[in-house]
T-cell receptor, first 112, second 117 residues
């Protein structure tokens, strides 16, 4: 079973920041937080991951709370092409771990 | 490299028929995964290969399902005697197994959508 809780849907206006929350209260010390997204009729696509510190890349920023029990994915300037299902996944790293366990994710709809 | 390729993109079959899907992973990736996704749900893990060895099979993979990865390159997923409940998107992904590699290394294909009528 997925170890995360996400709202089923969110809306965002084009050009505004989209903030997607995720609760992972049972996360253990060696588990990362990963975000993937799935645009309609495509496979999931990696966005960003983090362990303790906040992370930023060309796609998004990831804010992880100090107790690591929740995180927020931020798309700073959402576009219509960001409309997708966003999955927050918690998992171990290392060569022996290989399985992504998806929940239902959050359907983000970016409106013009 | 064009990423992970899956063929066909869509398949409609009659109940009871056999179907086979193909996945071509990224060439330098030694791990290959199959997932299944039904409407409104996230992808569910089916099976995993490291090179040519199938190392794990989910309980979702009934005896009617078989997957192969000859020579550690492309993979096939066969479903025998299809049932309407097999209708789903079948996703393939690949990754490179490096010690300490987080799970961001997955690259998914666009999937094969199976409809059993």
């Amino acid at each position: 079973d997925a170890k995360t809780t996400q709202p089923p849907s969110m809306d965002c206006a084009e050009g505004r920041a989209a903030n997607l929350p995720c609760n992972h209260s049972t996360i253990s010390g060696n588990e990362y937080v990963y975000w993937y997204r799935q645009i309609h009729s495509q496979g999931p696509q990696y966005i960003i991951h983090g362990l303790k510190n906040n992370e930023t890349n060309e796609m998004a920023s990831l804010i992880i709370t100090e107790d690591r029990k929740s995180s927020t994915l931020i798309l700073p300037h959402a576009t219509l092409r960001d409309t997708a299902v966003y999955y927050c996944i918690v998992g171990d790293s290392g060569g022996s771990n290989y399985k992504l366990t998806f929940g239902k994710g959050t359907l983000l709809t970016v409106n013009p | 490299d064009t990423g992970v390729s899956q063929d066909p993109r869509h398949k409609i079959t009659k109940r009871g028929q056999n179907v086979t899907f193909r996945c071509d992973p990224i060439s330098e990736h030694n791990r290959l995964y199959w997932y299944r996704q039904t409407l409104g749900q996230g992808p569910e893990f089916l099976t995993y290969f490291q090179n040519e060895a199938q190392l794990e099979k989910s309980r979702l993979l009934s005896d009617r399902f078989s997957a192969e990865r000859p020579k550690g390159s492309f993979s096939t997923l066969e479903i025998q005697r299809t049932e309407q409940g097999d209708s789903a998107m079948y996703l393939c992904a690949s990754s490179r197994s490096l010690p300490g590699t987080p799970l961001y290394g997955y690259t998914f294909g666009s999937g094969t959508r199976l409809t059993v009528v």
